[in-house]
């Protein structure tokens, strides 16, 4: 016996019932309501407006795409649909469910059972290969003495149960009292699940058993059970009731029946279930189909609160929840989910939206193009802005990096030294340096994002090739043979010059590879001052 084993044998040891013991068969935390009905997460789903809550939710998280980020500096993200985990999150999570079927059936779980349990097997794709679910009713979460928890499962055919470790289980707690095992919310909304059910089943007795009737008719004397029967059946069809009268005998008098069809149905009633539901739920009504309160001119906005105060705490939970149990290096990667989609708008309201961050210079055609699900465009990653915000007459300059050193920040060659130059006016030479410092400025920015563009290759290919430097090596040659021209396009220099801007970048990272250093190159890469020193000596033509 292990360690973890004998620990937990120390403690009380659960009873194994027998195979046809009601164990298996009754969830634990749920019985009776007030009403007196069984109150399960089966039969509370025989409530259409729970059952529509829980699909709605279930549906809405599966939906959404469920992405793996890596965190970048200045606080960017990237996705990195490279590294093995991406696939599991976002497309198969195990042998025989895709990420739909897989968050579907986890969010039934958390909203029904209170807990999503998953068993992390390694394999081919790492550490985390695929998230196997488990029955929440066969679970049960112990927390030990070190404050760690440890979970009993139980064979749903052999009935052994089996220890697993906190690092093997994969654990989404919903509302929790102890913050070990979550409660569903049914636990809480049992009375209320039950006066929905009771309310069903009456009307359905009530319809089922003809319990409604067309009235009285009082009558002299005593008739026999023909005379009864022939005398309810004309006065039916006289009268066009639904339901034939109750025949009386001795007097003569005639009541109606208080109980109408109407009342029959329990409306209110059932009004009442669907708001009742959606407050359990954490829904707004109009997801229900009620839309007694909604209007042309607020239910758009009541789509965007369901978003932000219905759905987003869900999201939240399961991405924190991943970082915490299936990501290795939660302070590099993390998992997202994309809701761009839920947040959209019309499409009035979201062309406004994306030409105001167009015209500040927030966004480029392609970040639009990307948002909007279509392909880039070459040339789309430029960033513009208003001419009012500068002079008319001067081009758009960035901003000059702090002082530090510049040429020093890049390997460079020596310097070439420069013929004399005829003397000149205070005028014309304060025009040479103020136009130099605006040409400076848009050669640094523009060196600053063709370094980020090379920065994201190079580390996509450092993750691919992390085990193999020579095909390291080898990618990055590739990538800078085939660089060339987008510098020499993009610097608007001539072959020759970007030949040896990309040689100069290519051998830092080669004996960064060999010395083991090739994150320190790209760091320096991502400096102000790196850039301005490259801008300088391609001003000064000695690139």
């Given at each position: 016996m292990g360690y973890l084993q004998r620990l937990l044998a120390a403690e009380d040891p659960p009873r194994i019932p027998s195979p046809i013991d009601d164990f298996w068969y009754q969830p634990f935390g749920y019985g009776l309501s007030a009403a007196g009905q069984s109150v399960t997460p089966e039969t509370a789903q025989k409530v259409s407006a729970f059952f529509a809550g829980v699909r709605l939710l279930a549906n809405d998280v599966a939906k959404l795409p469920l992405e793996l980020y890596e965190r970048q500096a200045g606080g960017d993200k990237t996705r990195v649909p490279d590294v093995p985990l991406y696939d599991v999150l976002h497309r198969r999570p195990n042998a025989w469910q895709t990420s739909f079927e897989w968050r579907r059936q986890g969010m039934r779980h958390l909203i029904l059972r209170g807990n999503w349990y998953n068993l992390i097997r390694p394999g081919p794709r790492g550490p985390v290969d695929q998230l196997v679910p488990l029955n929440p009713d066969l679970v049960a979460p112990v927390q030990l003495d070190t404050l760690r928890v440890a979970y009993r499962v139980r064979d749903p055919k052999t009935y052994e149960v089996?220890?697993?470790?906190?690092?093997?289980?994969?654990?989404?707690?919903?509302?929790?009292?102890?913050?070990?095992v979550g409660k569903s919310v049914l636990a809480w909304a049992r009375d209320s699940v039950g006066v929905a059910l009771a309310t069903e089943s009456y009307a359905g007795r009530l319809f089922s058993q003809g319990a409604l009737h067309g009235g009285v008719i009082t009558v002299p004397g005593?008739?026999?059970?023909?005379?009864?029967?022939?005398?309810?059946?004309?006065?039916?069809?006289?009268?066009?009731?639904?339901?034939?009268?109750?025949?009386?005998?001795?007097?003569?008098?005639?009541?109606?029946?208080?109980?109408?069809?109407?009342?029959?149905?329990?409306?209110?009633?059932?009004?009442?279930?669907?708001?009742?539901?959606?407050?359990?739920?954490?829904?707004?009504?109009?997801?229900?189909?009620?839309?007694?309160?909604?209007?042309?001119?607020?239910?758009?906005?009541?789509?965007?609160?369901?978003?932000?105060?219905?759905?987003?705490?869900?999201?939240?939970?399961?991405?924190?929840?991943?970082?915490?149990?299936?990501?290795?290096?939660?302070?590099?990667?993390?998992?997202?989910?994309?809701?761009?989609?839920?947040?959209?708008?019309?499409?009035?309201?979201?062309?406004?939206?994306?030409?105001?961050?167009?015209?500040i210079g927030a966004v480029s055609q392609n970040d639009v193009r990307r948002r909007e699900n279509m392909n880039t465009i070459p040339g789309g990653d430029t960033y513009y802005v208003p001419a009012n915000l500068r002079p008319s007459d001067a081009p758009w300059t960035a901003p000059l990096p702090a002082a530090g050193p510049s040429r020093e920040a890049a390997p460079v060659p020596p310097r070439r030294s420069r013929s004399p130059q005829p003397p000149r006016d205070e005028e014309e030479e304060g025009e040479e340096i103020e136009a130099r410092s605006r040409a400076e400025g848009l050669l640094a920015a523009t060196l600053s994002r063709l370094l980020r563009r090379e920065t994201k290759v190079i580390q996509k290919c450092a993750v691919r090739h992390a085990d193999n430097s020579e095909a390291f090596i080898e990618h990055v040659a590739a990538f800078y043979a085939a660089h060339v021209a987008l510098v020499g396009e993009t610097l608007a220099i001539d072959r020759a010059a970007a030949s040896r801007y990309c040689a100069g970048q290519a051998s830092q990272l080669v004996a960064a590879v060999e010395a083991n250093g090739w994150i320190a190159v790209i760091e320096r890469w991502q400096a102000p001052a790196y850039a301005k020193g490259l801008a300088l000596l391609i001003l000064d033509h000695e690139l």
């Open positions: 089996r220890i697993f470790t906190q690092d093997e289980i994969f654990h989404v707690r919903g509302v929790s009292d102890d913050g070990v005593v008739l026999t059970d023909e005379a009864s029967t022939r005398l309810a059946k004309s006065f039916a069809t006289t009268q066009q009731t639904w339901h034939l009268p109750r025949v009386l005998e001795q007097g003569a008098t005639y009541a109606e029946s208080d109980l109408t069809p109407e009342d029959s149905q329990f409306l209110k009633s059932r009004e009442f279930s669907v708001t009742e539901m959606a407050r359990w739920l954490g829904l707004p009504p109009h997801k229900l189909a009620d839309l007694l309160r909604s209007t042309n001119n607020n239910i758009e906005h009541q789509a965007l609160e369901y978003v932000i105060d219905s759905l987003s705490p869900w999201l939240i939970l399961i991405e924190q929840t991943i970082g915490r149990d299936v990501i290795i290096e939660p302070a590099r990667y993390f998992a997202e989910f994309n809701i761009d989609a839920l947040l959209r708008g019309d499409s009035q309201a979201r062309g406004d939206f994306h030409s105001k961050l167009f015209n």
